[in-house]
């Protein structure tokens, strides 16, 4: 039998110790040993287990020898301290604390924390709640358990909002796509409200200059600099003025309707006609071009800025250096069996109540309240068939092109009509607009070389005076200068836009929110696929590897 009587402990080496003989305890095995640990005063040190099978194997042994009946000293349990342990993130904005409750030993507590912070010099974002939190946490933990948790984190920086230009006054392609709803709930096609125009006076353009961003920080005290907003220019243009006492406010000078520009807006004169037909002959205006009726068959209209047709477009072409809208749709045909009879082309975008058999190509967005059929489209941002609320936004037949993405209800037809979507093709521009900052990075550096050369060359040049170099050495210096902020730029530039490369396709996609039909070609950077059943509500992407079509989550 053995009794606490037998215990031991060694102050030296904080170990628990248990006094055997071989032949009177050769039985004793490794619970006995567990049990009377648990029932002393150091049943919280950490057992021994390796060492006390070894010790009891031994035991065993010796008791058959000549020296059984020498007393063998076993380690039993040992008291261990508690632990801490810090982890800081590779990129030094997070420290994280596991701790470890002693067996027997002592206790981490607030001071060897913070003596643990101060050895991986953590200076910012410590996180008290957090930490008292662990720490209480870690006081009633079982012996030897481990915990962990957040104890700092840095503040990323906070980029700059970049100038915002915000128009006060609506422009008539807004009128297309927000027609009344009803009180039932429907949607009236028809009613699209006025004719939208300003008066001089109004305003109609604000600024919102552009944000610093806050600077952040990390752990280890490190600023983080904040990227300050861009700025961008409103400018006064025809029939505009700056406001007397606000810089950042545009007033119209003249009555008219407003057209947008890149770096604010104009007031436009306006042309109005009841319809464009034989008896007007083609239309060719500076300003904007209003026809309450319809563009009839084979008839030409030409505007400065935007052109807006309340009825139906059976001409020819509608070319706008603004936007081009009509109220009841584009209606044209197969000429010689491959030609379309009608084409709409804007340098801004394109709404339409609906269009078939037509050619429609926008700088900007194109937007068609119900029907896209056997068209051939072309859309510098995005093209979107269906409206908010409505049942119709079909894309049947034809090619749709698109710099961005496309959103529609239904894409096909149950017939199987082939039809082709052709997505993302904004990478081409962002791929060549790379290829020239990058042309400019390396010519920029070359010219710093050459600079640098050209500074040291003139400093120690033996044919001039001291004056004289001097006044060569400050030219070249101004010059490196100069190049360095030019090179800067390109660099900024080239890595803006090396970023917009790798994520581009994350941001294109072809979303159909209610039915995805048979014989229907994405093609979406290099990849393509057809599609060879219906689907319902789908979204088509490009996972970098193939084109995926996945559920689409939350249709509207």
Do not use: W
């Not at 789908?538 to 689409?552: H, M, R, W």
């Amino acid at each position: 039998m053995i009794g606490p009587d037998l215990l031991f402990f060694d102050e030296e080496h904080q170990t628990l110790c248990v006094d055997l003989t071989p032949e009177k305890h050769a039985q004793v095995d490794l619970s006995q040993l567990k049990s009377l640990v648990d029932n002393s005063p150091y049943r919280q040190c950490a057992f021994l287990d390796n060492d006390v099978r070894k010790a009891l194997q031994l035991l065993k042994h010796q008791a058959k020898g000549a020296n059984k009946a020498q007393v063998q000293r076993v380690p039993l349990a040992m008291k261990v301290d508690g632990e801490c342990k810090l982890n800081l993130s590779t990129d030094k904005m997070e420290v994280t604390a596991t701790l470890t409750s002693p067996q027997g030993g002592r206790r981490i507590g607030f001071k060897e924390l913070v003596q643990e912070l101060q050895t991986l010099a953590i200076q910012n974002g410590l996180l008290k709640n957090a930490i008292n939190t662990l720490l209480k946490q870690a006081e009633s933990a079982s012996p030897g358990e481990s915990i962990s948790a957040t104890i700092a984190k840095g503040r990323p920086a906070q980029n700059g909002r970049d100038a915002l230009l915000e128009r006060l006054v609506k422009l008539n392609r807004e009128r297309l796509m927000s027609p009344r709803v009803l009180d039932n709930g429907k949607v009236d096609m028809r009613d699209l409200g006025e004719i939208v125009t300003v008066q001089a006076g109004d305003e109609v353009m604000r600024k919102h200059d552009a944000e610093p961003g806050i600077d952040g920080y990390n752990v280890i005290g490190e600023v983080l600099k904040a990227k300050p907003g861009k700025d961008r220019k409103l400018k006064a243009g025809k029939g505009t003025t700056t406001a007397d006492t606000d810089p950042n406010l545009l007033l119209a000078s003249a009555d008219g309707q407003p057209k947008e520009t890149k770096d604010g807006l104009e007031i436009v004169e306006v042309l109005t006609l009841k319809d464009v037909n034989v008896g007007t002959g083609h239309i060719n205006y500076h300003g904007n071009v209003v026809i309450n009726g319809n563009v009839d068959e084979e008839m030409r209209v030409q505007a400065g800025g935007d052109i807006t047709v309340n009825g139906f477009v059976d001409g020819e072409l509608l070319r706008a250096g603004g936007d081009i809208v009509v109220g009841k749709g584009v209606i044209g045909r197969l000429v010689d069996n491959h030609k379309l009879s009608t084409s709409l082309e804007a340098e801004g975008e394109i709404h339409v109540a609906f269009a078939q058999y037509a050619h429609l190509k926008a700088g900007g967005d194109i937007l068609v309240q119900t029907q896209l059929v056997h068209c051939q489209s072309h859309s510098g941002n995005n093209l979107t068939v269906g409206v908010p609320n409505g049942k119709k936004g079909d894309i049947v037949g034809g090619l749709t092109q698109v710099t961005h993405s496309v959103n529609c209800i239904n894409l096909g037809s149950r017939a199987a009509t082939q039809s082709r979507i052709r997505a993302g093709l904004g990478v081409q521009q962002l791929r060549a607009m790379a290829k020239e900052y990058h042309q400019q990075e390396q010519a920029l550096l070359a010219q710093s070389y050459k600079l640098r050369q050209a500074v040291n060359k003139a400093s120690m040049a033996k044919d001039k005076t001291d004056e004289e170099r001097k006044r060569l050495v400050a030219q070249f210096t101004q010059a490196q200068q100069q190049n360095s902020a030019r090179l800067a730029e390109a660099q900024l530039l080239l890595s803006e836009t090396d970023d917009k490369l790798a994520s581009f396709f994350n941001r294109v996609a072809v979303s159909i929110t209610h039915n995805l039909y048979p014989q229907v070609e994405v093609e979406i950077g290099t990849q393509n696929l057809t599609s060879a059943r219906e689907y319902g509500p789908s979204k088509v992407f490009n996972d970098g590897n193939a084109i995926q079509v996945e559920p689409l989550v939350n249709p509207s």
